[in-house]
């Protein structure tokens, strides 16, 4: 099973400018690239300072000239945002700058608040049958001279410009959930990533045997990997863990209601969460994360991948964001290299 490293600059508060945000961000990939993980994957949002990551082909140039290693993936593009010869050209270019470590992750996104703001109708199903033209049509782009005749995109014949150096294009990864995703993304050849949030061992169980029924349907095609996304904290002691399971459960706060989608936002930042509406969350407890991710000394991490890796999850994402200051952050991405890492060989 290999790890990579799932990052984004990302604030609960204004406390931290975007510039400072963006150095420490930098850094977590540094070490990242340093400490031997196989990739670093970063995503799209727009106008959410909660998750700020506006074009992670950005990013991702930038952070090409940074690592010299590890592979550089979107974790992910968002499918109905893009045009895709636009996917099809920046993706290939981003491709060229890297020598050939990108890997392009796509979804069809899950917040209302980006549906109303850049495509105003869109719903999850939308969004879905979007990502379902896009992925074959980026495809053909980048083989040449496609014309195309969709229900949201036409055009006439068009080749990327540039193309792709990996042949005959980039890894592609799917975000899945329901069985119709993972039997899209296997039949169309692409690997799949799954995050199953804070739900816990019944659902990352499910999301796996979805995907073996999805690989069995089409037998004819080469199996993908599949990999699996989750916050992830390796405390030094206890009381260091007990600190991140209520970091992350205040995280998991700001996730729900940027989600819900009911709350005033302004510049940026979603209305503060009061203690008690956080409190009277009971299902995003510090205990229900502390069960469920994770979270846990180096040994105990250890164990909890051990049994991700024994389902068969071919690679393990380590999410990092969770509101915690960068020290803290920084510590425990060094934890997981150092003392998790090595346990996988």
């Not at 984004?8 to 977590?28: P, T, V």
């Amino acid at each position: 099973m290999k790890f990579s490293l799932f990052v984004h600059m990302e604030r609960l508060d204004a406390s931290q400018s975007h510039g400072q945000l963006y150095e420490e961000f930098i850094q977590l990939c540094e070490i990242a690239d340093r400490g031997g993980m196989h990739a670093i994957w970063t995503g799209e949002h727009h106008a959410m300072d909660f998750t700020i990551a506006p074009n992670p082909f950005i990013n991702l140039a930038d952070l090409a000239r940074r690592t010299k290693n590890v592979r550089l993936g979107t974790g992910t593009v968002i499918a109905p945002f893009w045009h895709p010869i636009k996917l099809a050209g920046e993706a290939a270019m981003t491709d060229i700058i890297s020598d050939g470590r990108l890997d392009v992750g796509i979804a069809r996104g899950a917040y209302g608040f980006e549906y109303e703001r850049l495509l105003p109708g869109l719903d999850p199903w939308g969004a879905g049958q979007r990502m379902r033209e896009l992925i074959p049509a980026i495809k053909g782009i980048w083989a040449g001279d496609y014309a195309h005749q969709g229900e949201f995109w036409q055009f006439p014949s068009t080749t990327s410009a540039p193309k792709p150096v990996q042949q005959p294009h980039p890894p592609i990864w799917v975000a899945a959930r329901d069985p119709n995703s993972h039997e899209f993304a296997v039949a169309n050849g692409c690997n799949v990533q799954v995050t199953p949030l804070w739900n816990g061992d019944l659902e990352i169980e499910a999301l796996m045997g979805r995907f073996n029924t999805a690989c069995e349907k089409a037998a004819d095609q080469a199996r993908p990997k599949i990999m699996l996304l989750l916050h992830t904290y390796v405390g030094s002691d206890a009381s260091d863990v007990d600190q991140a399971t209520r970091e992350v459960s205040v995280y998991y706060n700001y996730f729900s209601a940027w989600f819900k989608n009911e709350k005033p936002i302004r510049q940026g930042l979603i209305e503060r969460l009061t203690e008690e509406e956080m409190a009277a969350n009971a299902m995003l407890s510090p205990e229900v994360m502390r069960k469920n991710l994770p979270i846990g000394t180096a040994g105990e991490v250890i164990a909890r991948l051990k049994a991700y890796q024994a389902l068969g999850y071919d690679e393990y994402s380590m999410w990092i964001d969770t509101g915690m200051s960068f020290e803290r952050k920084k510590a425990s991405l060094e934890r997981f290299i150092a003392d998790v890492m090595p346990a996988f060989g």
